[in-house]
């Protein structure tokens, strides 16, 4: 999906939000816990719940993988179920060696077909490029993120002998020569709202991804005022705040209610941003 | 496996190699490619020829999720033929909020049974710390890699106001207090041997995990003189150069000569180092 397709359908549906699909099998609603197919029921119900009201999907490949091979064929077929309308995005954070990154690219572009993957940025160039050689495909790198140990490293200052930066705005400048716009993302954390205005001056025109809000603690409001670009430019994520919006049977239900919640704040925020044609 | 385990072994056998299994289907011999069940076969081949002369095994999960879940069945069941003799290394580069790496450490030290995980640090502490709350289990920390992108951020500067240090020395640094010497490793690239003696300085104690001999292109004797400590202190890893050792139906006879070789020269870089017991 290319950056065009990608807000035409924000625009279409009024809300640039993303449903994190971290599902935890110990978390399932009772009712659920005895099908044998309990994830990947529970993974369809809460996608036919809030399709309508969201952009993207983002499955955490983390929760699949404590599964065991199991859980990746549950991830494939989760994929496969997301409506070829909505960005389908792996959250797996990978990075190697190039001959590596490779293998990982393929893993998420060819033998699943996910329109983005996440990627994190200590290995550098050749460890970001593989991902970035396939067409209308999205490499994600991490920039700043909404965790406590955000201000171990990325938060650090960085001196080239002339100034001095923070890693975080270092990896996003240097990365932004190593893709485009229409390729490369950055996850920028909700949690940090005050430094958005700034992270929107070292990438105007970047779409971000945004982890945090709900269960991570951002403000929907703060978010969007401060990163709303022209054509969006953001998605915002959302996980357990809605895939844990109930823990009975109305699940889905409560999930779809929870989204469409964001999405009505989404396209009064998206409205003031609109271009006029 | 704890230090005492993996050092006793070593000396036992007069070797500190790893042989990564990065199997690429595309590169089997070809009197394989036919077999339904090839890639674990090839793997089995290569432990079996290869076991008596190393103690390590990597697993490097792209290879192996470019499969898709058929892939990750391979690996498992990979993992499971490795010797409990043999430390078990996932090559997977994780690294998440702290609520995503537990899924990370729940797959690779719970559903698979790995001593140890490779782990990026750009998250920080809070993203490292669940890998190291597994009793004898191990965290290898990417420290300073052996790939050409070092340089984009690993090298960089970082200015505390008194002093600059190198990145990869912050995060060895800093981590060192996350961990201990007993359940925290560093990877450290084999192609920079120069620096192998400002790493020891930094962490005269840790094990370091060597990728690079072999296709990446580094020196066992550099490497060894430069890093080697008193109950030996680093892994050094060969992957295609031992797997891929030759393509056609000896390639498991030859990947045991490869080892056998470097396993010699261990040996006697080892009986320098050899507590006088």
Redesign the interface.
């Known amino acids: 999906m290319n950056r065009q397709e990608l807000t035409e359908q924000i625009f279409l549906k009024g809300s640039y939000l993303c449903v994190g699909l ?1 599902t ?1 099998p110990q978390k399932l609603p009772p009712h659920l816990q005895s099908d044998p197919d309990a994830v990947y029921n529970f993974n369809r119900a809460i996608i036919d719940a809030t399709k309508d009201h969201c952009v993207a999907y983002k499955i ?1 490949t ?2 699949y ?9 549950i ?2 077929r989760t994929a496969e179920y997301i409506p070829a309308t909505h960005f389908k995005i792996a ?1 797996a ?9 490779s ?2 690219a ?3 572009f ?3 077909n996910f329109d983005a993957i996440t990627v ?9 490029r593989p991902f970035l050689e396939y067409e209308n495909k999205w490499t994600i790198l ?1 920039g700043l ?10 938060l ?6 002339r100034e ?1 930066k923070k ?1 975080y705005e ?2 996003m400048e ?1 990365s932004a020569s190593w893709g485009t716009t229409e390729n490369l993302m950055f996850v920028i954390g909700a949690t940090r709202a005050d430094q958005f205005q700034q992270v929107r001056t070292i990438s105007p025109n970047h779409f971000f991804l945004v982890p945090g809000i709900g269960a ?1 603690g951002g403000s929907l409001s703060d978010i969007s005022s401060a990163a709303l670009i022209e054509d969006c430019g953001i998605l915002v994520n959302a996980s357990r705040a809605v895939i844990y919006a109930s823990s009975g049977a109305d699940f889905a239900e409560m999930a779809g209610s929870m989204v469409s919640g964001y999405q009505k704040e989404m396209k009064i925020f998206l409205s003031l941003k609109k271009p006029s044609s």
Chains 1, 2 share one sequence.
């Open positions: 971290d935890d955490n983390a929760f993988e404590a599964m065991g091979a199991a859980g990746w064929e991830m494939q959250d954070k990978r990075g190697d060696i190039g001959n590596t990154s293998q990982y393929r893993a998420f060819e033998t699943m994190a940025p200590y290995m550098g160039e050749d460890s970001i991490l993120t909404s965790n406590a140990g955000a201000k171990d490293f990325e650090q200052n960085i001196s080239d002998g001095n890693l270092t990896v240097k991570q």
